[in-house]
């Protein structure tokens, strides 16, 4: 099946070949950046958990905090890079993720659970940036009949940043002390404090390290002069009512939406989960946790290779389903089977992102600035989906919350199948 069409870019008078081919590879790396922190927001969960001993819908505000920052900031990010280009709205976007980083430091030595979820937002602040910028320049630094499989391979990265991030984060981050309520409580105060400072202060030293690697590709940007790409040029001004009439654009926010819920319900609470189900230690789940990623990471090029002979939009339906029926046996098994499960989901889940992404801004023409930021303001599912699992949780078990990202792979699925068609006369 061929490729989805996008918007071709003009290459400028004068620019080498060459010059596609670095800025490809230097706004790839900002996929595995953002992917890296994300996924140690998995380690955060269950060790603040424990650090400021908080409730399953307490720690959920960690992905609540990371993905209303999205929200919030998608919008100005996607007016600046129309207004200013993608380079000064990618140097902001790293600029706020060192600055996001560093204060880890204040939160951890204060243990105040607020500044630690401040700490995030600015992060994702900044990530909002990055991904407004890299996602759709990254269909443009090439030829329009491989954007899909172009971003793809970019998002690849994102998959070995989401492999890395558990295992580095788990042995940095994690203890692996498991003290029960009982013990906790037989604790002095002193005691108690010291345990809790302990715990809190294990985040420093990785946040620190990420913001100096984060300043260096901040340097690097500065200094190496990226290729000016071109849209569809028109008298047409975008706004928000001529964008919402793209009807692949609109069924792609809700896909969009639910993915991210389903990616961050999955991850977020897996090692919750395995030692729920299989009394599994949190370092050797998060290990897991680990491969379950690096399934993410080879699902991308898997998922690229496929779509040279399945369309992108019928490859991500049967990835829906696929996830759907993996979801349903975690949900029913009392076992190891139901880790392995949830373990498995991952790999499937892994094209989802960049396919809805491209689907969505297939043809969008004037509106791909804002159509791209609309998508981005949809990552916001990552903040809702996770507070409700936490709610199913404290109420019930978590197991049983796995519920919910069974319910979201429901629109992906109705998008892949029905939900991406262009709506021609829009698109003349």
């Known amino acids: 099946m061929a490729a989805i069409p996008v918007t071709p870019p003009a290459k400028p008078a004068g620019t080498p070949v060459e010059s596609y081919t670095l800025a490809f590879a230097l706004v790839t790396s900002l996929f595995f950046l953002w992917a890296f922190v994300h996924n140690l927001e998995p380690i955060l969960i269950p060790h603040l958990k424990k650090a ?122 994690l203890s692996g002390i498991e003290h029960t309520q009982g013990e906790l409580a037989a604790m002095t105060p002193a005691q108690l404090d010291t345990y809790l400072q302990f715990e809190a202060n294990s985040v420093k030293m990785p946040y620190l390290i990420i913001a100096g690697l984060v300043l260096v590709v901040l340097l690097l940007f500065v200094f190496i002069k990226l290729p000016t790409v071109h849209t569809h040029v028109s008298e047409r001004v975008s706004t928000l009512r001529t964008a919402l009439k793209h009807r692949q654009l609109v069924g792609g926010i809700g896909a969009e939406f639910f993915y991210v819920g389903t990616q961050v319900c999955v991850t977020s609470f897996f090692i919750r989960f395995a030692k729920y189900t299989s009394d599994i230690p949190e370092k050797a789940a998060a290990e897991l946790l680990g491969f379950a990623m690096l399934g993410f990471l080879i699902g991308r090029f898997t998922g690229t290779f496929l779509m040279r002979y399945i369309a992108p939009n019928r490859l991500l339906t049967i990835y829906a389903v696929i996830c759907m029926v993996l979801l349903a046996v975690a949900l029913s098994s009392h076992s190891e089977v139901a880790v392995w499960a949830l373990f498995a989901v991952p790999f499937f889940l892994s094209i989802m992102f960049p396919t809805i992404f491209a689907l969505a801004i297939n043809r969008l023409n004037e509106d791909r600035e804002l159509g791209s ?13 996770p507070l409700l699992m936490g709610w199913i949780s404290d109420k019930t078990n978590i197991q049983l919350a796995y519920i919910v990202p069974m319910f979201c792979l429901t629109v992906i699925a109705w998008y892949g199948w029905k939900g991406h068609i262009v709506n021609e006369q829009i698109n003349e």
């Not at 930021?373 to 916001?380: E, K, N, P, R, T």
């Open 52 to 173: 400021c001993q908080l409730s399953d819908l307490q720690s959920a505000l960690i992905d609540s905090a990371v993905y209303l920052g999205y929200f919030l900031m998608a919008i100005p990010a996607g007016l600046v890079m129309k207004k200013y280009g993608y380079k000064r709205g990618i140097l902001m976007g790293l600029a706020l993720y060192a600055l996001g980083a560093l204060l880890f430091v204040p939160a951890a030595n204060t243990r105040v659970y607020g500044l630690f979820l401040g700490a995030l937002f600015i992060i994702a602040s900044g990530c909002a940036f990055l991904e407004t910028a890299a996602n759709p320049y990254v269909t443009l630094l090439g030829p329009p009949e491989s954007a899909t499989t172009r971003l793809n391979l970019s998002q690849s990265f994102n998959g070995l940043g989401s492999f890395l991030a558990p295992l580095i984060g788990g042995k940095l981050i």
């Open 373 to 385: 930021s609309l998508l981005v303001m949809a990552i916001a599912g990552g903040a809702f989906c």
